[in-house]
């Protein structure tokens, strides 16, 4: 058995050779455990600060306060574009700059969402706006490929009303009759859009497939 001498030297031995690893390692440790407490915190407060912002934001968008509106959502995708903030508040300047037909602007913001966003219905929500700034632009083909990249079940009612409005306005009657149809015989429409599209249908006139709808 060692002796307490022995014990003692072969401690030391041993801290000679692992002692400055075990210092890194522990300092690596706390570090760690430091860091990511303050990281935590300053996630926090980032979320507070653009919260805070977002607030004001929501104020001047009720008012119509667009250039406000406009101002405060820049501020929070320049100083908190990961927040969860930014993409309402771009989906919000985007709506003021459509208000004050600033439509390069709004389609601007809506390609901001479509391409940053980490929210796949914001992203689609921010399609079907642009889809619809781009069919009152007349590109309709751009439009088509904008609702054709619409991937979550709850816009897809809304993606073929506007493919049925761009082939009304191509002039093809049955492919926006097809179209309007399919979003009728979409369980996740919802009741406002289901009569907007149903009026949309019957503004078409008759037709044998109409039976289809049920």
């Known amino acids: 058995m060692e002796t307490a001498e022995q014990e003692l030297e072969a401690l030391k031995d041993w801290w000679k050779e692992n002692g400055r690893t075990l210092v890194v390692g522990v300092a690596i440790g706390l570090g760690g ?9 300053h996630l926090r407060s980032q979320a507070e600060e653009a919260s805070q912002i977002y607030q004001r934001l929501i ?3 009720a008012v119509e306060r667009h250039d406000s509106v406009r101002a405060q959502a820049a501020e929070i995708i320049q ?3 990961k927040s969860g903030y930014a993409t309402l508040a771009v989906l919000l300047a985007a709506k003021s700059a459509f208000a004050e037909n600033d439509f390069d602007e ?3 913001q809506l390609r901001w ?15 079907l706006r642009l889809a ?12 088509t490929s904008v609702v054709e990249s619409v991937e979550q079940e709850a ?9 049925g409005d761009i082939e009304v306005i191509r002039g093809n009657t049955q492919g926006a009759r097809e179209a309007f149809l399919r979003a009728l015989g979409d369980s996740a429409i919802s009741g406002p859009t289901r009569s907007r599209v149903q009026m949309k249908l019957d503004d078409l006139g008759s037709s044998q497939e109409d039976d289809v709808q049920g």
Do not use: M
Not at 33 to 41: A, K, R, V
């Open 33 to 41: 455990i430091f860091g990511w407490t303050w990281w935590q915190d």
């Open 132 to 143: 619809r700034i781009l069919i009152d632009g007349d590109r309709l083909d751009e439009a």
């Open 59 to 61: 104020q001047d968008a």
């Open 155 to 163: 816009f897809r009612a809304g993606a073929d009303e506007i493919r």
């Open 79 to 81: 100083s908190y574009p």
């Open 113 to 127: 969402v479509v391409d940053s966003s980490d929210n796949a219905s914001f992203k689609d929500l921010a399609r």
């Open 106 to 108: 709004a389609k601007r």
